[in-house]
T-cell receptor, first 117, second 116 residues
Framework: AQTVTQSQPEMSVQEAETVTLSCTYDTSESNYYLFWYKQPPSRQMILVIRQEAYKQQNATENRFSVNFQKAAKSFSLKISDSQLGDTAMYFC??????????????FGQGTRLTINP | GAVVSQHPSRVICKSGTSVKIECRSL??????MFWYRQFPKQSLMLMAT?????????EQGVEKDKFLINHASLTLSTLTVTSAHPEDSSFYICSAPRTSGSYEQYFGPGTRLTVT
């Protein structure tokens, strides 16, 4: 079974700083998807960024980028120029491609990120 | 974008009663929906996969007789917590893929269940 590990329960940085959240995963699959989700105090899950394992290029979405190291099974999220609105729980998640009812998301434990003014 | 709604957003019930939570896809059809449970300050744990027209698939350790799932139509899945107890108090979230086989899932806003 796949597992996702986030080793940083909490992080705190000053506004405008850059912060990196770490995530490692374990799988025997060669093709899969990785995601970072944000859960603000409203509890609504919001997709931040996704990465297809077959793509070597790291995904980027505005201030958010990932460092995907497939061999090391590492998938970290970098937030540049952090903003107060980035304060939230961040979950790393793994998904296998759809095979006989897959598409399940396996979530890491989460990292609580606080951006201080 | 696709929207998934949940109703109610909050519910308080007495121990021993049953409560139903609805998950609706508002602008797309969902043959599959997922139900998660989230305890305070913890991650989302998948409870079951809801399949339109067939039985739900439950994760290991989840009591299927306690958490009844019915995928009544292509836009509605319901989770019924039967004979609720205080330990069932939690935040319940549903999600649905935009299209069959899609990696992108849309999450409902969640339902906070409190059992007194």
């Amino acid at each position: 079974a796949q597992t996702v590990t986030q080793s940083q329960p909490e992080m705190s940085v000053q506004e405008a700083e850059t912060v990196t959240l770490s995530c490692t995963y374990d799988t025997s699959e060669s093709n899969y998807y990785l995601f970072w989700y944000k859960q603000p105090p409203s509890r609504q899950m919001i997709l931040v960024i996704r990465q297809e394992a077959y793509k070597q290029q790291n995904a980027t979405e505005n201030r958010f980028s990932v460092n995907f190291q497939k061999a090391a099974k590492s998938f970290s999220l970098k937030i540049s120029d952090s903003q107060l609105g980035d304060t939230a729980m961040y979950f790393c998640a793994f998904m296998r491609p759809r095979v006989q009812g897959a598409q399940k998301l396996v979530f890491g434990q989460g990292t609580r990120l606080t951006i201080n003014p | 974008g696709a929207v998934v709604s949940q109703h109610p957003s909050r519910v308080i019930c007495k121990s021993g009663t049953s409560v139903k939570i609805e998950c609706r896809s508002l602008d797309f059809q969902a043959t599959t929906m997922f139900w998660y449970r989230q305890f305070p300050k913890q991650s989302l744990m998948l409870m079951a996969t809801s399949n339109e027209g067939s039985k739900a698939t439950y994760e290991q350790g989840v009591e299927k007789d306690k958490f009844l799932i019915n995928h009544a139509s292509l836009t509605l899945s319901t989770l019924t917590v039967t004979s609720a107890h205080p330990e069932d108090s939690s935040f319940y979230i549903c999600s649905a893929p935009r299209t069959s086989g899609s990696y992108e899932q849309y999450f409902g806003p969640g339902t906070r269940l409190t059992v007194t």
